[in-house]
C-alpha cells in the first residue's frame, strides 16, 4: 500500500518508481520521526505584526551528498535526484546501513537570463548527519559527489504546497518585493528547501536568496 501511494505522487511529477525504490521507502516510513535538522546560525529575524516575513540565517562549512539532473521538468529532476539520494541514506554506501535523514533538502536553482525561467539543471544536496561528517559513506552509484560546501549566508522566507517551476517563479518574484532593490543577493542562482516528503500537500519549502561573499 505504502509503494502504490509513492506511486501515486511520482506519478503527479510525472515520475515512474521503479520497484527497486519498495525497500528504500519502507526504510524512510521507519525512520520518519528521527530527523536531523542542518545545523544554522539565525542572523536576524523582519516582519511585521508578530509574523516572521523573513530571515537572515548563516550556515557553516559542511560534507553534502549531491546530485545534479536536467530533466524536462523541474519535478521530475529533484523526485530523480532524490530517489539516488535515498537509496544511498538507505543502504547503497559503504558502511552498508541507514544513515539517517537530515532537513531541509536543498535545490539549487539557476534563472535564465531573463530571468522568467528556470534552467534546466538542478542540483539536489543532502546535508550528512554529524556522525558523517568527518568520514562520509562512499556513495555505490557514481552520480552522487559528497561535496564539502562553504559557509553560506542567506535570506530564507517559507511558503507551502507544491514545488513546481511556476510556484518557485512565484514565490521569487514575492520576495524580490518584499525584499525591494538590493546587491547584497545573487539574482541568478536560488535555493529551494525541503523539509517535509513530497506525499504531504501543504509541505513546508524556503526559497533562499544566495548572500554574496
Known amino acids: 500500500r505504502l509503494f502504490a501511494h509513492w506511486e501515486a505522487v511520482a506519478s503527479t511529477h510525472r515520475v515512474s518508481l521503479p520497484r527497486d525504490m519498495a525497500g528504500p521507502i519502507a526504510q524512510m516510513a521507519r525512520h520518519s520521526q528521527a530527523r536531523e535538522p542542518v545545523p544554522y546560525v539565525s542572523l536576524s529575524q523582519h516582519g511585521k505584526c508578530d509574523e516572521a516575513a523573513y530571515e537572515e540565517r548563516r550556515y557553516p562549512a559542511g ?24 537509496r544511498y541514506i538507505c543502504k547503497e554506501n559503504s558502511v552498508g546501513c541507514h544513515l539517517g535523514m537530515t532537513v531541509p533538502v536543498l535545490n539549487e536553482i539557476h534563472l535564465t537570463k531573463e530571468g522568467t525561467e528556470l534552467e534546466r539543471e538542478v542540483l539536489t544536496a543532502y546535508y550528512l548527519p554529524g556522525e558523517f561528517q568527518q568520514n562520509p559513506p562512499v556513495p555505490m ?47 541568478e542562482t536560488y535555493i529551494v528547501a525541503s523539509y517535509e516528503n513530497p506525499s504531504i500537500p501543504q509541505r513546508r519549502n524556503e526559497i533562499w536568496f544566495i548572500c554574496r561573499a
Open 63 to 86: 560534507k553534502w551528498a549531491c546530485v545534479t539532473m536536467g530533466e524536462p521538468m523541474y519535478e521530475q529532476s529533484i523526485s530523480m535526484s532524490f530517489m539516488k539520494l535515498m
Open 141 to 187: 552509484d557514481p552520480e552522487i559527489h559528497i561535496i564539502e560546501r562553504a559557509p553560506l549566508r542567506v535570506i530564507t522566507r517559507v511558503f507551502y504546497g507544491m514545488t513546481t517551476e511556476e510556484t518557485i517563479l512565484r514565490e521569487i518574484s514575492l520576495f524580490w518585493e518584499l525584499l525591494g532593490s538590493t546587491d547584497m543577493v545573487l539574482r
